[in-house]
């Protein structure tokens, strides 16, 4: 939900709540506005009858005067008002009427006198109020709506054209990028905090993608050094067993720290999204490929492979389809023990690989952190997973992982 809409259901959701309460708050206080009007004008008629009374001794010529009847001295009497119907011939029906009881003196005899006033134009006129108030508030409303509508168009139109330029702004590209200027003082403050940040951001991209070039070229130097030195160890004729096996362990390491550093170089281009090109991969040509160059460990192994493998393309750099697919894979046959299994599925949704092993030693949620093993094995690194889960991050794949027992299956969904 976008802000206006947002913004314009929390004005209806008030408005409903409200509208209902200003109408009949407007209704009541029109007619007591009304009602207090005609009570004006009985009382001004009953002044005017009761000063005519005192010095003419007669009732005036009155338009509301209706009844009079002579009261005893005893019965104690307060003037009051109240509405009432009376049968009027002329329109054969009740007539509304609001009437005004008082007592005056008429040549020494108490008398109680009744006044009425029509209440039927009275009534006509509060409902046209009440009718033409709700309108005003209804046009109101709606002015009020479109008002809102047209404005938020008008100032919003810079932040979201900055947002459109920010989806599509690289990082590593070289360009500054260049915000759409705007007269509201928020959102030109809001220009100037995200250009400087993207300028931060970009030159720290920068410094760590030189650092990642310049580590990796001046580790991978001194261990291929290192390596030579220790393969002419090895080839010597000098050393004894102990003393092989001690060398042998160095060259090992040595290995294994050339692995991590490239297998840690790779997850920092990924992150940086420094693979930019999309190929059509022919997923079922590539796993064939990839059980061919491991025929030799899947046969030393004496694993069982089942395969129902589908035609299926998807868009990703060839590169990175290659080392998904092949971790996967590895990781089937690497984790495996003698005599067990592998089965492969491969449709338009995904790709699942389901293979027999030790049980895991660590907990699913971790399993695709970097450096977490699933088992004690020496060999792995544990940042396999970790590679899988960064280019699946970076096309939109999801990578499950589900384990029963010893048999350990992941899932790879293309969308």
């Known amino acids: ?30 007619q007591y506005i009304v009602n207090s009007e005609v009570e004006e004008i009985l009382l001004h008629e009953s002044e005017r009858i009761n000063f005519h009374l005192v010095e003419e001794g007669t009732f005036p010529a009155s338009n509301y005067l209706f009844e009079t009847t002579p009261v005893s001295e005893d019965i104690a009497f307060s003037p009051k008002f109240k509405d009432t119907l009376f049968y009027e011939a002329y329109a054969d029906k009740r007539i509304p009427y609001r009437t005004y009881e008082f007592i005056a003196q008429v040549h020494s005899q108490n008398v109680r006198i009744s006044l ?48 459109t330029t920010l989806n599509n702004y690289d990082v590593a590209q070289k360009q500054s990028i260049h915000l759409e200027p705007s007269n509201i003082l928020e959102f030109e403050e809001l220009n100037k ?18 650092f990642n070039q310049n580590i990796s070229h001046e580790i991978q130097t001194p261990l291929a050094i290192i390596r ?5 160890l090895l080839e010597s004729q000098n050393l004894d067993s102990k003393e092989l096996q001690w060398v042998q362990a160095v060259y090992q390491e040595t290995n294994k720290l050339s692995k991590i550093e490239k297998s840690l170089t790779l997850i920092s281009r990924i992150e940086n999204q420094e693979f930019k090109r999309l190929d059509s991969v022919d997923v079922r040509l590539l796993i064939e490929n990839i ?106 794949f999801r990578l499950d992982y589900n384990r029963q027992g010893r048999i350990h299956t992941f899932s790879l969904f293309f969308q």
Not at 194 to 208: G, Y
Not at 228 to 232: A, E, G
């Open 1 to 30: 939900m976008n802000l206006v809409r947002k913004t314009n259901t929390y004005y209806l959701i008030f408005l409903a709540f409200l509208f209902p309460i200003m109408v009949t708050v407007d209704y009541y206080l029109i």
């Open 228 to 232: 030579n030195k220790i393969v002419l």
């Open 291 to 396: 059980m061919n160059n491991m025929i030799e460990m899947i046969t030393f192994k004496k694993l069982k492979v089942k395969t129902n493998l589908n035609p299926v393309k998807i868009k990703c750099d060839l590169v990175l389809a290659d080392i998904l697919f092949t971790n996967l894979i590895k990781n089937a046959v690497q984790h495996n023990h003698e005599g067990g299994s592998i089965e492969m599925f491969l449709s338009e949704e995904k790709f699942e690989i389901i293979n027999t092993g030790d049980e895991s030693l660590i907990e699913t949620a971790q399993l695709f952190n970097r450096f977490q093993k699933g088992n004690a094995s020496k060999e792995s690194l544990g940042l396999g997973l970790a590679i899988n889960q960064r280019i699946c991050e970076l096309y939109g």
């Open 116 to 163: 009425k006033h029509v209440l039927l134009e009275i009534n006509e006129l509060i409902l046209l109020l009440f009718v033409t108030t709700t309108l005003v508030l209804l046009v109101l409303v709606t002015g009020l709506f479109f008002i809102n509508q047209k404005i938020y168009r008008w100032a919003w139109s810079p932040f979201f054209k900055n947002l």
């Open 193 to 210: 905090v995200v250009t400087s940040l993207i300028d931060q951001v970009k030159k720290d991209f920068q410094n760590l993608k030189e």
